[in-house]
């Protein structure tokens, strides 16, 4: 006895292109929002997951700006809450992606510039509290 549903199920699955995990700062644009930022959470060749301030449809039609490739258009596959699937009609490359936030990893504080600042030249005077000189030798004692 065969299943239909069953088969188109497979095929699907068949179908369906291996994913790679990434954390990857996107715009999407719609006719409902306008342009807006995304975070993709997976990718593969002709598509993407990932998740949105705004609850797109299934069935709609966006345009994907990913980093490292030319604005590309798709159909929202899935939803669920604000989260996506895309199918694109542009091939994706995954390692444009990588290339494209220069591919390393940097500690917060490598690239600080550190200074040491001069203290400010404001007066700290406040209504109610002498200001006197302070005398040789006694830093920061008033007396």
Not at 63 to 92: C, K, Q, S
Request: aromatic share 6%.
């Amino acid at each position: 006895m065969s299943y239909p549903e069953a088969e188109s199920a497979s095929t699907a699955a068949e179908k369906r292109q291996p994913r790679q995990s990434r954390l990857v700062k996107a715009a999407l644009a719609c006719a409902r929002f306008g342009q807006f930022d995304v975070t993709i959470r997976n990718v593969s060749q002709t598509g993407i997951g990932g998740q949105a301030p705004h609850g797109l449809n299934l069935g709609e039609r966006v345009t994907l700006f990913l980093p490292g490739h030319d604005p590309m258009m798709g159909t929202v596959r899935w939803v669920v809450d604000r989260r996506f699937g895309i199918e694109t009609d542009a091939e994706i490359f995954p390692g444009r992606l990588r290339a494209a936030h220069g591919d390393e990893l940097v500690a917060a504080d490598s690239r600080a510039d550190f200074q040491i600042m001069p203290p400010p030249k404001v007066s700290a005077w406040r209504p109610g509290l002498l200001q006197t000189q302070p005398l040789p030798g006694h830093y920061g004692r008033k007396g």
